[in-house]
């Protein structure tokens, strides 16, 4: 473990840098780092979301499931709006909110998706329906 009082070595410096956590001692530049990172992400969030967004509203005609991308950019959206409250002063009610938002967002834009495979009381309706004959397809009856 290294000693921050011991100011030997071109790492340590001076000990009023060195903060504890626990049993680890951080340097004051470990928040420089958490923040830089921190701030990286937020970027990244961002440019995903506007990669998202970029082909439904500038080609929405080349875009399948235009509405559930959409609803995922949203989501996207929101989540960088979340991350990117740490940089600005808020109350401490906003982040968490727009947290809830962008999950709604995404599980929204993953029910577009996934709607057209799930099985709902209207569409196992019509599949048991007994009035549908039968007749078509590869039968015995085929026609000869």
Avoid at 107 to 117: K, L, V
Wanted: charged share 10%.
């Amino acid at each position: 473990m290294i000693d921050p009082a011991n100011v030997v070595g071109p790492l340590i410096g001076d000990p009023a840098v060195w903060v504890g956590l626990g049993a680890v001692q951080l340097s004051r530049y470990a928040d420089l780092f958490q923040w830089l990172l921190h701030f990286i992400q937020t970027v990244l969030l961002l440019v995903t979301s506007l990669f998202l967004v970029y082909p439904v509203l500038r080609h929405p005609q080349n875009v399948a499931h235009s509405r559930g991308v959409g609803l995922l950019a949203l989501g996207f959206l929101l989540l960088s709006a979340q991350w990117a409250m740490e940089f600005v002063p808020v109350p401490d009610v906003v982040a968490p909110v727009l947290a809830l938002a962008s999950a709604v967002g995404f599980g929204a834009g993953c029910w577009a998706f996934a709607s057209s495979f799930v099985d709902t009381a209207e569409r196992v309706k019509l599949v048991g329906d007994e009035s549908y004959d039968g007749s078509g397809g590869f039968g015995a009856d085929d026609g000869e």
